[in-house]
């Protein structure tokens, strides 16, 4: 997963709780990424961070928050999770080619009861 | 929200023959690129396409990024069991920051 770690792998809430997806990078690479996973609609675009101190609301922000305190981390923030955040959640990187292609992590499986 | 067509949305093959997916976009995009997905695992780059016209082979994959800078599309030559996954692709707008994934691809391969 190109150096990229997302922690739990697993995760199950109840409504309302809160809780705090971990992605970290051993590459030193400036944007990072956070993406959610739902059948038959690809990915999208949560928030991203294009560098340490940084971030900006994707395509689906709303019910999150992040955090980018360092290079090496990104985390990704539920305050009060519904079972609409029920999906997994993708970190991923940038890198190679001119900084145009995106490694991914191996993903958290959310669910919401 | 941006999502790509990709087609087909799913296909079901015999062991050794070709298969070709495409993803079609309103954009114009900077980069194309496609991945696929094992279940379970996140997404692995399988090619980068980085300028209009450019044809780029991995191995039994070749791949193109359309003269309009609006298309792309992917060949899988030989098809094996192991090609089994869904099959994403994905654009970079020309502001660099964010990238748009097409539905996806599922791709079955029968021995």
């Known amino acids: 997963n190109a150096g990229v770690t997302q922690t739990p792998k697993f995760q199950v809430l109840k409504t309302g709780q809160s809780m705090t997806l971990q992605c970290a990078q051993d590459?030193?690479?400036?944007?990072m990424y956070w993406y959610r996973q739902d059948p038959g609609m690809g990915l999208r675009l949560i928030y991203y961070?294009?560098?340490?101190?940084?971030?900006d609301k994707g395509e689906v922000p709303n019910g999150y928050n992040v955090s980018r305190l360092n290079k090496r981390e990104f985390s990704l923030r539920l305050e009060s999770a519904a079972p609409s955040q029920t999906s997994v959640y993708f970190c991923?990187?940038?890198?190679?080619?001119?900084?145009?292609?995106?490694?991914f992590g191996p993903g958290t499986r959310l669910t919401v009861l | 929200g941006q999502q790509l067509n990709q087609s087909p949305q799913s296909m079901f093959i015999q062991e050794g023959e070709d298969v070709s997916m495409n993803c079609t976009s309103s954009?114009?995009?900077?980069?194309w690129l496609w991945y696929k997905q094992d279940p379970g695992e996140g997404p692995v780059l399988l090619i980068a396409?980085?300028?209009?016209?450019e044809l780029t082979s991995n191995g039994r994959l070749t791949a193109q990024f359309g003269i309009t800078r609006k298309d792309s599309f992917l060949n899988i030559s030989a098809s094996i069991p192991s090609d089994v996954g869904i099959y994403f692709c994905?654009?970079?707008?020309?502001?660099?920051?964010?990238?748009?994934f097409g539905t996806g691809t599922s791709l079955t391969v029968i021995p």
């Open positions: 991923a990187i940038l890198r190679g080619h001119s900084y145009n292609e995106q490694f």
């Open positions: 590459m030193n690479h400036n944007s």
């Open positions: 961070s294009a560098s340490e101190g940084t971030t």
């Open positions: 954009s114009i995009f900077n980069t």
């Open positions: 396409l980085y300028k209009a016209g």
């Open positions: 994905a654009g970079q707008g020309y502001t660099g920051n964010q990238f748009y």
